[in-house]
């Protein structure tokens, strides 16, 4: 009964790389959230998936970053040139639904390191 | 603009005793609130929820209180152990934005003494 997986858990990339984290939600959910925590803060909602589907993506930055969930294969968070400040913890969550009162259960996340 | 509030981002409290997290919101709109921990190097985990239906709710040694007019909600924590020790955040929805939405705080940092 695996929870939420994410790998990589740490990245460290150079500036100008692409960063590629991925995400397994939970066996039997279709909903699959990204949110990035900075240092000190709390985390901020990024996008919404469901299979195929781009939902919600009003917390992504507009440019370097995208998601998509493909109908097989795990959930994937890009990010293209990544520059310093998009070191940060980026955590995965996901749902048996979007329905009200429905609880996101989390991954470990993934610590993106840009040097 | 910072629609949910952890003023404290520290608290200590002997092994035994109550710990009590505050949480401030701005959004009139929020209607489903949320209690998560964290421990370092894990993703946070749910612990309690509450509907703005309700003022109380209970789950075992955990109690969140949710207070509209006041747009405040809290965390008991009774009797506190030191497995408590954690960031805990609260976090809130609303219908018009999208339920899925979590608006979390910055956390609040529990240290239970033994």
């Known amino acids: 009964n695996a929870g939420v997986m994410q790998n990589p858990r740490h990245l460290v990339r150079r500036r100008g790389q692409e960063a590629r984290l991925r995400c397994s939600p939970m066996k039997g959910h279709s909903h699959v959230y990204w949110y990035r925590q900075l240092p000190e803060e709390g985390l901020k909602f990024m996008v919404y998936?469901?299979?195929?589907?781009?939902?919600?993506e009003s917390g992504m930055p507009k440019e370097r970053f995208s998601a998509e969930f493909p109908k097989e294969g795990p959930s994937i968070l890009r990010i293209q040139q990544v520059v310093r400040g998009d070191s940060a913890a980026y955590f995965c969550?996901?749902?048996?639904?979007?329905?009200?009162?429905?609880?996101?259960?989390f991954g470990p996340g993934t610590r993106l390191t840009v040097l | 603009d910072q629609q949910v509030k952890q003023n404290s981002p520290s608290l200590s409290v002997q092994e035994g005793r109550i710990s009590i997290l505050n949480c401030d919101y701005t959004?009139?709109?929020?209607?489903?609130f949320l209690w998560y921990k964290k421990y370092p190097a894990e993703g946070p985990t749910f612990l309690i929820s509450i509907s703005s239906i309700k003022d109380k709710n209970e789950d075992g040694r955990f109690t969140v209180f949710l207070n509209k007019s006041a747009k405040h909600l809290s965390l008991h924590i009774v009797p506190s152990q030191p497995g408590d020790s954690a960031v805990y955040f609260c976090a809130a929805s609303a219908p018009g934005s999208g339920t899925y939405k979590y608006i979390f705080g910055t956390g609040t940092r529990l240290k239970v003494l033994a």
């Open positions: 969550a996901s749902s048996p639904s979007d329905r009200s009162y429905n609880e996101q259960f």
């Open positions: 959004n009139s709109m929020f209607d489903y």
């Open positions: 998936l469901q299979k195929e589907n781009i939902i919600d």
